[in-house]
């Protein structure tokens, strides 16, 4: 079967229109060029698609993420409405609207609506607006300000978090800590003083 073939058959099954090859006698095989306007016309009136609509199946808000891999490197600001992914070498500010995955030994101040590192170590500080995860081969060297924190690694630097801090028996905290609920695990090491914020009564 020929690419126009292929074309022809895929147009009818998915959406109904054009012509459907070898569908009557004497048919051409070829695909039928149908415009736009009638595959939306066409796909609505037989109930195929209610809303239907092509070439606008991403949301306007919605972005791809920025990925700097691993033998990259790039000094300066990365400012970013999406999603930040970096394995390679970055010193810098990361502003992002999405969330931030760290896999190697970076310099940066964090800005973003959450935070994973795995592997690796970050030397600066961190506002987010969710979650921050660290594993258990992870290092922050700065103050962070979360909403949630998890961590199984290391951090020298004051906490403050809004909501739950929980540290895994492998945690290492050398700093200040700022919370509204903490649960910790037999193992778990902490320099520091903690302050537990007065709940809110309804």
């Known amino acids: 079967m020929s690419k126009k073939e292929n074309f022809g058959q895929a147009m009818h099954e998915m959406f109904g229109v054009g012509k459907e090859p070898g569908a009557a006698a004497g048919a051409s095989a070829a695909a039928e060029i149908v415009p736009m306007d009638q595959i939306k016309e066409e796909g ?17 808000k919605s972005y791809g993420a920025t990925y700097l891999a691993e033998g990259t490197m790039m000094k300066g600001t990365l400012q970013t409405k999406g999603d930040v992914e970096i394995a390679g070498e970055f010193e810098g500010d990361i502003i992002s609207k ?13 800005t973003a609506v959450g935070l994973l590192l795995v592997d690796c170590n970050l030397r600066g500080n961190v506002k987010v607006t969710g979650d921050v995860t660290l594993n258990e081969n992870s290092t922050i060297q700065g103050n962070i300000h979360a909403e949630n924190m998890a ?24 700093g200040n800590i700022k919370v509204d609920t903490l649960s910790v695990s037999r193992g778990a090491k902490i320099s520091g003083t903690i302050e537990m914020r007065t709940m809110k009564k309804n």
């Open 151 to 174: 961590c199984s690694g290391r951090i020298i630097g004051d906490l403050d978090i809004q909501g739950n801090l929980s540290l895994d028996a492998c945690a290492q905290i050398d």
């Open 98 to 110: 999405g969330k931030v995955v760290i896999h190697s030994n970076i310099t940066s101040n964090i």
């Open 44 to 60: 609505k009136s037989k109930g195929n698609f209610a809303d239907f609509t092509v070439g606008t199946s991403i949301s306007t």
